[in-house]
């Protein structure tokens, strides 16, 4: 499990509500981190680190960014409904490998702020500060949608190769039977500049 969340649906059309738990599938990220380790990775806060995440044409402006790693049960740790999280063991904007972004669809019967993630189209625009007060300019490439079981996680958590952001959250169907998504929604992009 990398990514959990309680959200509240409507899952018959007559206003019952059911609690869906949103999971990413098992990982090597459980047992081991497939990129970086945790003395290399990206633990501090120093002046490279995302601090902010704006997507103009979904309607979001400086959404706080904040540094997650890894659960003790080894999810990932996703901050709360209003805050994007910032897995800091795989790449930095601009740098080698992946900026792995996450947030929630829902929580607690509230939108997340990657509620409309899916949205999102080859050649949109995605920028985000870094604590520096340098800003980074992405362009969209994909939008995917891939089911838990086939989530392509070594692709997507990298410590090298060309840079790359990736935005995940989750999507699809809700299964009310076991509370939860079958799918998760991912964005690429690559730097602009």
């Not at 392509?152 to 999507?171: H, K, N, S, Y």
Request: proline share 7%; aromatic share 6%.
């Amino acid at each position: 499990m990398l990514l959990g969340v309680d959200v509240d649906v409507d899952v018959d059309g007559g206003g019952r509500a059911v609690t869906a738990t949103t999971l990413l599938p098992p990982t090597p990220l459980r047992s081991e981190l497939p990129v970086g380790s945790r003395s290399t990775g990206g633990s501090e806060r120093d002046l490279t680190t995302p601090a902010a995440l704006s997507i103009p044409l979904l309607g979001l402006f400086d959404a706080d960014v904040r540094p997650v790693g890894l659960n003790d049960d080894g999810s990932l740790a996703v901050p709360a409904v209003d805050e994007v999280g910032w897995y800091q063991y795989a790449g930095r904007p601009g740098a080698p490998g992946t900026t792995v972004l996450v947030s929630h669809v829902a929580s607690g019967g509230r939108r997340g702020l990657f509620y409309r993630l899916q949205e999102l189209r080859h050649g949109d625009r995605i920028r985000v500060d870094l604590l520096d007060g340098a800003t980074t300019e992405w362009e969209v490439e994909i939008v995917a949608t891939y089911s838990k079981a086939k989530l392509p996680v070594e692709q997507l958590f990298r410590a090298d190769g060309d840079p790359m952001l990736v935005l995940i959250t989750c999507g699809g169907v809700i299964d009310p039977v076991h509370g939860s998504y079958g799918d998760n929604i991912v964005v690429l992009a690559h730097p602009l500049g």
